[in-house]
């Protein structure tokens, strides 16, 4: 996943404005302690801090791979 898969998932959940409070502010005990802003910073794969926001926000497995785009024509 690409940190602007991140950023668009983070978003489409959570909206535009919450997402990056939610990412600086929610503490993920599952990365040591570090919120998702700080461990993006300190290397960890977008993917793996993305799953333990959904974990920790109760994030329905459905809608853990974003909304469905429509590819371009």
Same mark, same amino acid.
């Given at each position: 996943?690409?940190?602007?898969?991140?950023? !668009?998932?983070?978003?489409d959940?959570?909206?535009?404005?919450?997402?990056?409070?939610?990412?600086?502010?929610?503490?993920?005990?599952?990365?040591?302690?570090?919120?998702?802003?700080?461990?993006?910073?300190?290397?960890?794969?977008?993917?793996?801090?993305?799953?333990?926001?959904?974990?920790?926000?109760?994030?329905?497995?459905?809608?853990?791979?974003? !909304?469905?785009?429509?590819? !371009?024509?």
């Amino acid at each position: 996943m690409r940190l602007s898969d991140f950023w !668009r998932l983070m978003e489409d959940e959570f909206g535009s404005g919450y997402a990056h409070v939610l990412a600086d502010d929610l503490v993920l005990t599952d990365l040591g302690g570090r919120t998702a802003s700080g461990a993006l910073a300190a290397g960890e794969r977008p993917k793996r801090v993305w799953l333990s926001i959904c974990e920790a926000q109760d994030v329905p497995e459905a809608r853990r791979l974003g !909304r469905d785009i429509k590819p !371009r024509a």
